[in-house]
């Protein structure tokens, strides 16, 4: 299930079920979407990314679904392994200002 | 694939002296580098925006004169963390652009900077 800790939201999954993690966006003109992984300790690796012309981009395992009416963006994990257990974080990047606003984050465990 | 280099990975420091992170770009030329603070729990804040050259772009409530950063090559960016109080006490991390594409954005491995 889903729940609220202090500062992060926590998902936490069965290994081989599906994840989805989402996150609302603030700024209806960001035009370039990514999300990032991060785990305990290192800076944040690069998933997937998605551009504002599409709605939808397949990975590894990994897809991005962006709905634009209600500025969402959701990543799908299939068959969560512990090797995903981390932070996600998705960011959004409002056109040629080249600078990333990170979303708040949620921590995902996966329970072998 | 591209790759920065942050370093170091940790330091401990007195209260008052100051600490310099670096961040390199190893396999290509970095424009634009993006200095983040995280703290714990939390998602990272961007603090400032340094194009080589040229002076950084401060973030909102973010010190120039505290947080120094120089950027003066296309593969080297480096934060000073001036007069260092326990509060600066922060996980800091790097990114370096080439621009909007599967590179755009590689991020450093981090610096945990413990102030005591």
């Known amino acids: 299930g889903e729940s609220v800790g202090l500062h992060l939201p926590t998902l936490s999954v069965q290994e081989g079920d599906n994840s989805i993690i989402n996150c609302a966006y603030s700024?209806?003109?960001?035009?370039?979407f990514i999300w990032y992984k991060q785990e305990s300790g290192k800076g944040p690796q690069f998933i997937i990314d998605?551009?504002?012309?599409?709605d939808k981009r397949q990975g590894q395992r990994v897809t991005v679904l962006l709905n634009k009416t209600v500025k969402h963006l959701s990543l799908q994990i299939a068959a969560t392994q512990p090797g995903d257990s981390a932070v996600y974080f998705c960011?959004?990047?409002?056109?040629?200002?080249?600078?990333?606003?990170f979303g708040k984050g949620t921590k995902l465990s996966v329970k072998p | 694939g591209a790759v920065v280099s942050q370093h170091p990975s940790r330091v401990i420091c007195k209260s008052g002296t100051s600490v310099k992170i670096e961040c390199r770009s190893l396999?290509?030329?970095?424009?634009?580098m993006f200095w983040y603070r995280q703290f714990p729990k939390q998602s990272l804040m961007l603090m400032a925006t340094?194009?080589?050259?040229?002076?950084?772009?401060?973030e909102q409530g973010v010190e120039k004169d505290k947080f120094l950063i120089n950027h003066a090559s296309l593969t080297l960016s480096t934060l000073t963390v001036t007069s260092a109080h326990p509060e600066d006490s922060s996980f800091y991390i790097c990114?370096?652009?080439?621009?909007?594409?599967?590179?755009?954005?590689?991020f450093g491995s981090g610096t945990r900077l413990t102030v005591v």
């Open positions: 960011a959004e990047n409002l056109g040629s200002q080249g600078n990333l606003i």
């Open positions: 990114s370096a652009s080439q621009g909007q594409n599967i590179y755009g954005y590689t």
């Open positions: 998605i551009r504002s012309n599409m």
């Open positions: 396999d290509f030329q970095a424009t634009t």
């Open positions: 340094s194009n080589e050259g040229s002076k950084a772009t401060y």
């Open positions: 700024n209806s003109a960001s035009d370039y």
